[in-house]
């Protein structure tokens, strides 16, 4: 399975990016994470993709958004109100069925990844 994130960039703080991930083949559940520099990587959203459902860490909440293209395979995150800690490298990744919710927001959740695409926010 490959998964190919793009959108990455530079923005400044308060702005916006747009993030894709187009999946070679659809998993139960797709998922954002990001690592910033000297962090272990972190949940961002999920998203189930036979439901209407989406999930969020807290701090992304109401400022960024996960969507999906049922036709393209392709799974979205937009970013608004970008703050400089949101600098990081995000990944996509697919992952397997759970009955926990709260096995979808762990990296365990996920056997396929993506390289990543960087985004950095400046102040």
């Known amino acids: 399975v490959q998964l190919q994130a793009s959108g990455g960039g530079l923005a400044q703080a308060g702005g916006s990016v747009r993030l894709s991930c187009i999946a070679s083949?659809?998993?139960?559940?797709m998922g954002w994470f990001r690592q910033a520099p000297g962090n272990e990587r972190e949940f961002v959203a999920a998203?189930?993709?036979?439901?209407?459902?989406?999930y969020y860490a807290g701090f992304v909440k109401g400022r960024f958004t996960m969507s999906r293209d049922d036709a393209k395979n392709t799974v979205y995150l937009q970013m608004n109100s970008l703050k400089p800690e949101d600098t990081a490298v995000y990944f996509c990744?697919?992952?397997?069925?759970?009955?926990?919710?709260?096995?979808?927001?762990?990296?365990?959740?996920?056997?396929?990844w993506g390289k990543g695409t960087l985004v950095t926010v400046s102040s």
């Open positions: 998203i189930v993709w036979s439901r209407p459902n989406t």
């Open positions: 083949r659809r998993g139960t559940v």
């Open positions: 990744a697919r992952g397997r069925r759970s009955d926990s919710i709260a096995y979808y927001y762990t990296s365990d959740a996920y056997d396929d």
